[in-house]
């Protein structure tokens, strides 16, 4: 059975077009790479414990800190990537972003040596234009973008 994530995609209308909330993976693998090691904010669950959509609101708020926003949640179709299956869905909302607190996750480091430290699950989170987030996303999850801009009559 594969592995099921969810998460939100959070967008909104920018000066400059649409643009979409995305969040720096954290850990030492990921503290110097830009391009492609960024992401929605996502996590897995059980498919026969929890909603998906409940499981994308729980990991918006476990990944930053942050209370996901308000408004209508369009379901996206689901993307497989990476022997995963990632369901997301959209929602509008001009959310502040200026005080998160990350989730944290613990792994060895460095590698083995048998000791275990604890990392951000992400340590940045930004506001992008859409052509730019195409760029940062890592690549499994650039077809949830190419979704999100059908489903709005959008062009990125």
Do not use: C, Y
């Amino acid at each position: 059975m594969p592995v099921t994530s969810a998460g939100l995609i959070v967008h909104r209308r920018g000066a400059d077009g649409r643009e979409v909330l995305v969040a720096h993976m954290g850990g030492p693998f990921w503290a110097r790479k830009d391009a492609g090691s960024w992401t929605f904010p996502k996590g897995e669950f059980n498919p026969a414990e929890e909603e998906a959509a409940d499981a994308a609101r729980r990991e918006f708020r476990e990944e930053l800190g942050l209370a996901p926003p308000a408004g209508p949640m369009v379901a996206l179709p689901p993307i497989t990537a990476s022997r995963k299956v990632l369901r997301f869905f959209a929602v509008e909302a001009d959310l502040d972003v200026t005080n998160p607190v990350f989730g944290e996750f613990e792994m060895e480091w460095p590698p083995r040596s048998g000791e275990r430290r604890s990392f951000p699950e992400v340590d940045r989170v930004a506001w992008v234009p859409v052509a730019e987030a195409r760029d940062l996303l890592a690549a499994g999850q650039r077809p949830a973008l190419d979704a999100l801009l059908r489903t709005l009559g959008e062009h990125g």
